[in-house]
């Protein structure tokens, strides 16, 4: 499922659709995003579905459910990802951190 926008006959609920959507527009325009923000969308975006759902189990119909889900699995997919990627270079910059002043204290 590839997504640049979530519509209302995805998901009739508007702000459970505006969160979808900021997060599909933050993930999918670039390479390079914020992981911090995209957290905190996701975050809320939880929140609200579980307010939703505790207040009235039929908020979200059968197919709306499904789609969340798959939704949801994707970006939590890429989210992870760029968690990785972050692990990843902040694991470089220590090790190049290390070597610059092991290489400071051997002068």
């Known amino acids: 499922m590839v997504?640049?926008?979530?519509?209302?006959?995805?998901?009739k609920d508007s702000e459970t659709r505006a969160y979808c959507n900021e997060l599909v527009s933050l993930i999918a325009d670039s390479e390079d995003w914020d992981i911090e923000q995209a957290l905190n969308i996701h975050n809320k975006l939880d929140i609200h579905i579980s307010s939703s759902?505790?207040?009235e189990k039929t908020?979200?119909?059968?197919?709306?459910?499904?789609?969340l889900i798959n939704l949801i699995e994707q970006l939590s997919v890429?989210?992870?990802n760029q968690k990785q990627l972050l692990a990843v270079k902040i694991v470089g910059n220590q090790k190049n951190k290390k070597a610059v002043n092991k290489y400071k204290s051997n002068i």
Request: neutral net charge; aromatic residues 8%; glycine residues 0%.
């Open 78 to 80: 890429k989210i992870d």
């Open 3 to 11: 997504l640049k926008q979530v519509t209302s006959s995805q998901v």
């Open 59 to 67: 908020h979200y119909s059968a197919t709306e459910l499904e789609f």
């Open 53 to 55: 759902l505790s207040r």
